[in-house]
């Protein structure tokens, strides 16, 4: 029965199963397939054509499935290798990054003397792009733990015009550098939302950054309808 067949399939994976049932009875062989057989025979109906043909195609089918399964178990020690890549790429990218974003922003405070606008601009674009870059590290690294499903939603309630004033004043001096009119129109009347602050905010962020970045001339406008 099925039970001797499972013990069988644990015992010699490697060897393909074609079962015999009763006459005209397919309420063995049809679990026996999803129990791991190749295919099933109803006795009296076998020909030796039909014989030849099955064991042919049982022993095609389970090389096949025997192939997949061990592409699978390839392509899961591949994700878990790039998994440990980006963690450790992640973490060896922000540690300099998170510096250079902290020591600018002490040069913005003005404690090693003053700053000329130009200086100053300069230090602001700096910062801006470092940001860009620390938060391109964290969606890489956020899409592994996606995929692995290991990443979980915080859902919080807030309102949107916070969350895009943030993102207006770490894209303003990229937007400015550029001779852009840079805008935002998010009244905040307006209804809130629960969801996870954090990744939206990553995601409206990424569309600000590529309107400012595809816009060669005029104007990036931001608001909520």
Known sequence: GLATLRQFRLAVPEVPVIVLTAHQDEAIG??????????FLVKGTISEDTLRRVIAFAAERHHFLSTLEEK???LERALRA????????????RTPLNSII?????LLMRLSGDLTGKQEQ??????????????????????????????ELEPAVFHP????EEIMEAQRALAESKGLEFTLHAPHGGPWLETDRRLLRQIVSNLVD????????????????
Do not use: W
Not at 212 to 224: D, E, F, L, N, Q
């Open 30 to 39: 049809r679990p026996a397939v999803r129990e791991g057989a190749q295919d």
């Open 72 to 74: 699978n178990h390839e």
């Open 82 to 93: 790039r998994d440990r890549f980006v963690a450790s790429m992640s973490h060896e990218l």
């Open 102 to 106: 902290g020591l600018v922003g002490l």
């Open 122 to 151: 300069n230090l602001l674009t700096v910062r801006t792009c470092a940001m860009h870059l620390a938060s391109i590290v964290s969606d890489l690294l956020d899409l592994s733990r996606l995929e692995s499903g290991a990443q």
């Open 161 to 164: 015009a916070e969350m895009l």
């Open 210 to 225: 590529n309107a400012i970045k595809y816009t060669p001339a005029g104007s990036v406008r931001v608001s909520i309808e």
